[in-house]
């Protein structure tokens, strides 16, 4: 499964060009993806610099990304510039659920409610 996550606001505060504070539960939850099989793809505005730091602190933090931008098993039968993934976590998504945290500039993303949410996807159907 393809995991697209956006990265300020989802796994970091709004402090852009900066890394912000970790969105609590973000990285755990992440790696608890990947362990199960998902595939991240980190799916972000940041380009340039501030996507080598977005990218040095997924990896920084034990996470392995499968894509960065862009999803690489695509290339054979879609030029689209859309990464294809499986499900989108992004905090500018309609109906993600949010919490506001004291200190950050803006809502972030709830990962005890959305960590749930993808675990359903990737256990197995009976």
């Not at 505060?13 to 199960?36: C, E, L, M």
Request: aromatic share 12%; glycine share 10%.
């Amino acid at each position: 499964m393809y995991i697209c996550v956006d990265f300020d606001g989802t796994m970091v505060d709004h402090q852009f060009p900066n890394v912000g504070w970790a969105v609590p539960g973000a990285v755990d939850w992440v790696k608890t993806f990947q362990r199960s099989g998902g595939n991240i793809i980190l799916w972000t505005m940041r380009s340039g610099n501030t996507l080598a730091e977005a990218v040095e602190y997924m990896e920084d933090n034990g996470i392995d990304l499968f894509g960065v931008n862009e999803n690489p098993s695509q290339a054979g039968w879609s030029q689209s510039p859309k990464a294809y993934g499986h499900m989108y976590i992004d905090d500018a998504a309609v109906g993600c659920p949010l919490i506001k945290i004291e200190g950050f500039r803006r809502p972030c993303v709830d990962w005890n409610d959305v960590g749930q949410m993808v675990m359903r996807q990737l256990q197995p159907k009976e």
